[in-house]
């Protein structure tokens, strides 16, 4: 069954599922997110670089959340169109 969170819940469920994106991966410092008819990331940052294989595995580490996270909660797909994600540095 799905559970249907309000908006402020989904705003944070996004926020704590990126959150955890880039807690996963160090040398994640960000992505952009497109929505024609599926999602994709049209913008991948990494540091330091990684080879080819470490990529392919974080963009669909990263997808594999987005559609989680859109599962659970449809309204949540809005929050993502033509969003970038990245790495805050405190």
Do not use: W
Not at 57 to 63: C, F, G, K, T
């Amino acid at each position: 069954m799905k559970h249907r969170s309000s908006a402020p819940d989904f705003e944070a469920d996004l926020e704590a599922g990126i959150g955890a994106l880039f807690r996963r991966h160090p040398t994640l410092c960000g992505f952009t997110v497109q929505d024609v008819s599926e999602l994709f990331l049209s913008e991948l940052s990494v540091y330091p670089p990684n080879g080819p294989e470490a990529r392919g595995y974080l963009q669909r580490d990263i997808l594999t959340t987005l559609a989680r996270l859109i599962d659970e909660c449809p309204e949540t797909r809005a929050l993502l169109r033509e969003r970038t994600f990245a790495r805050i540095v405190h």
